[in-house]
T-cell receptor, first 112, second 114 residues
């Protein structure tokens, strides 16, 4: 069964600074990878996903992620964060589109 | 296109009671999944329904059950509520396209058990 690790439970960063949120997964088969964002008191919103093809995936709100098969990672990056990016970010993996598993989440706090 | 809707948004119950939560997926979506989100356990998969059949099930006791109707709307029921059932219950719908199921989430139902 697959699993997802997000090593950083909290990431504080100053506004306009770059940020990287780390995600590692384990699976014995090919997987699909996702990043979701959850703003306070709201449901989850899809940021981006990797199904196949180019390993660099661009998403909404200026976020991008790179799939690295050898390191089983799917780190999320943004070159310049805004206060409005303050939220919780979840990495998720599914095997052939089934059995969705979420990581524990990383709380991003953007400081003025 | 309207998003995933969940009703009610907030609910307060007492131990021993039962509760039914409702989820209306995005039009055309046939798969509905339910998740429980708590500060301690994070997001945990409850079950998934596709075409009125339960396709996947997480590791939750039998007090948690669900069903899906022919119009893809889904309900989740929790019987004999316990304090630990207090959580945000999220519903997500998917359009099964065979290339990876992106899930679209509703705003959730926040359940408080007293």
């Amino acid at each position: 069964a697959q699993s997802v690790t997000q090593l950083d439970s909290q990431v504080p960063v100053f506004e306009e600074a770059p940020v990287e949120l780390r995600c590692n997964y384990s699976s014995s088969v090919s997987v699909y990878l996702f990043w979701y964002v959850q703003y306070p008191n709201q449901g989850l919103q899809l940021l981006l996903k990797y199904l196949s093809g180019s390993t660099l995936v661009k998403g909404i709100n200026g976020f991008e992620a790179e799939f690295n098969k050898s390191q089983t990672s799917f780190h999320l990056r943004k070159p310049s964060v805004h206060i409005s990016d303050t939220a919780e970010y979840f990495c998720a993996v599914s095997e052939y589109g089934q059995n969705f598993v979420f990581g524990p989440g990383t709380r991003l706090s953007v400081l003025p | 296109k309207a998003g995933v809707t969940q009703t009610p948004r907030y609910l307060i119950k007492t131990r021993g009671q039962q509760v039914t939560l409702s989820c209306s997926p995005i039009s055309g979506h046939r798969s509905v999944s339910w998740y429980q989100q708590t500060p301690g356990q994070g997001l945990q998969f409850l079950f998934e329904y596709f075409s009125e059949t339960q396709r996947n099930k997480g590791n939750f006791p039998g007090r948690f059950s669900g069903r899906q109707f022919s119009n893809s709307r889904s309900e989740m029921n929790v019987s004999t509520l316990e304090l630990g059932d207090s959580a945000l219950y999220l519903c997500a719908s998917s359009l099964v396209d065979g290339r990876g199921e992106t899930q679209y989430f509703g705003p959730g139902t926040r359940l408080l058990v007293l």
